[in-house]
């Protein structure tokens, strides 16, 4: 289910990493826990209901990469379909796709802290002081959680499929990628009122967004392969990125 290549990246600096290591071993899923000061968590998606996801970690001072960490800390297994992770308030929040949850774990030892529930298809999440924004496809909405409590207090609407988000000052901006359809907005949530004020017209199936050193967002729109669903046909629309001037 997963449209970021955002875990790609991240397996190539990993696979990088080893080479220029000498070829070092990945350690097994029963090796120790790593200490974790300097590094890259990986997040690996696993097979849809299989229930396989994990977090591997990438130590950057030695290359060497420890899988399974969130299993090998706490007990028990991560869930089905991990989807994306962000780290905020030294936590770490791992959003877990088809098992409907947010697992939040301390970001210095990956212990177990709670587990947020309440969600029907979540997907990405940001944070800003002591609040969290999650994206959720199903019901087409933002959860908003209490930081302090791991609580959702409101939800938001959005376009369909609501997917990566970026915070500029009070304002949150939310991609809206069509979810099993289509859609070309930009979701604008204003974070004093809580409340969508509007909508920005991309290209089609918007998935990313990202603000640039220049105050530029920038938003990569993936295109659409049209109702026959095969790429390199007459009906295909083209991907396109897109430039919001703040």
Wanted: proline share 3%.
């Amino acid at each position: 289910m997963k449209k970021t290549n955002l875990t790609l990246v991240a397996i190539i600096l990993a696979s990088f990493t080893i080479l220029l290591s000498s070829c070092k071993e990945d350690k097994d899923d029963k090796s120790p826990v790593p200490n974790i000061t300097n590094g890259v968590f990986i997040v690996n998606e696993g097979s849809f209901g299989s229930g396989n996801s994990s977090v591997s970690y990438l130590s950057l001072a030695n290359g060497v990469i420890t899988n399974n960490l969130f299993e090998n800390v706490n007990g028990f297994p991560l869930g089905d379909i991990a989807q994306s992770m962000m780290l905020h308030n030294n936590k770490g929040f791992i959003i877990v796709n088809n098992s409907q949850k947010v697992e939040v774990v301390n970001s210095n030892d990956f212990t177990s802290q709670h587990t947020i529930g309440g969600l029907q298809g979540p997907r990405y999440m940001v944070g800003k002081g002591n609040k969290g924004y999650i994206s959720d496809w199903f019901s087409n909405s933002i959860a908003v959680v209490e930081l302090n409590s791991n609580t959702i207090s409101k939800n938001i609407s959005t376009g369909n499929g609501p997917e990566q988000m970026a915070i500029v000052e009070n304002v949150l901006f939310v991609t809206n990628v069509g979810g099993f359809g289509n859609d070309s907005t930009v979701s604008v949530i204003n974070l004093l009122t809580v409340a969508n004020v509007g909508t920005i017209q991309v290209g089609i199936n918007p998935n990313s967004i990202q603000l640039d050193a220049n105050g530029k967002l920038w938003v990569l729109c993936g295109g659409s392969t049209g109702p026959d669903y095969i790429g390199g046909t007459a009906d295909d629309i083209a991907g396109s990125l897109w430039k919001i001037n703040l």
